[in-house]
């Protein structure tokens, strides 16, 4: 069946960068993109962007230009993504997500805790 | 950006009450329109896909229609375990954007 791992809980410093990993399973990684997906303690989903599995084309979310990178690695079926200057409010469970269009089966997030 | 409005952003219902979420687009995303459910300290779950189509293993009470700007998830015979956030998302155009949710409390 179709598996995403995500990697463990990150506590980072105000400034920091984060690198998330996404290990994929059980079908062809590089016939979906993934769809990162966030969401604040108590809040709802935020889009962050998607990165084509195949080809590495991406479409990040215009507050994240600049901050965030996605990438993946095919030789691993791994996807990452990295954000930058990490402030208080990036804190939230990060999430990837396999994109047909529709986000048919997500990861285990991780928890990404920003604090001085 | 398409800016996705449900309503409502709570309901408290009782169990085998039927229930209806709306999802209203700010422009026509035809039925690029799909709903998720997550319960608390989960992943969410898709639901329903491009607007009414079925997911394996969800179970039939969970139903999805509209077309266009307007598009209801609904909820036949509620059950305990129904207990749980509703978001719709759209796929139509990039950014995705999600809407709001739907928090809903079996009595």
């Known amino acids: 069946q179709v598996q995403l791992v995500q990697s463990g809980a990150e506590v980072k410093k105000p400034g920091a960068s984060v690198k998330v990993s996404c290990k994929a399973s059980g079908y062809t990684f590089t016939s979906y993109g993934i769809s990162w997906v966030r969401q604040a303690p108590g809040q709802g989903l935020e889009w962050m962007g998607w990165?084509?599995?195949?080809?590495?084309?991406?479409n990040y979310a215009q507050k994240l230009q600049g901050r965030v990178t996605m990438t993946t690695d095919t030789s691993t079926s791994t996807a990452y993504m990295e954000l930058r200057s990490l402030r208080s409010d990036d804190t939230a469970v990060y999430y990837c997500a396999r994109d047909y269009g529709d986000l048919r089966d997500w990861g285990q997030g991780t928890l990404v805790t920003v604090s001085s | 950006e398409i800016v996705l409005t449900q309503s409502p952003d709570f309901q408290s219902v009782t169990p085998k009450e039927k229930v209806t979420i709306t999802c209203r687009a700010s422009?026509?995303?035809?039925?690029?329109l799909h709903w998720y459910q997550q319960k608390p300290d989960q992943s969410p779950k898709l639901l329903i896909k491009?607007?009414?189509q079925s997911i394996s293993g969800v179970p039939s009470r969970f139903s999805g229609s509209g077309s266009g700007t307007d598009f209801t998830l609904t909820i036949n015979s509620l059950e305990a375990e129904d207990a749980a956030a509703y978001y719709c998302h759209q796929s139509s155009s990039y950014p995705y954007t999600f809407g709001q949710g739907t928090k809903l409390e079996i009595k």
């Open positions: 422009q026509s995303i035809g039925s690029s």
């Open positions: 491009y607007a009414s």
């Open positions: 990165i084509s599995a195949y080809n590495g084309n991406t």
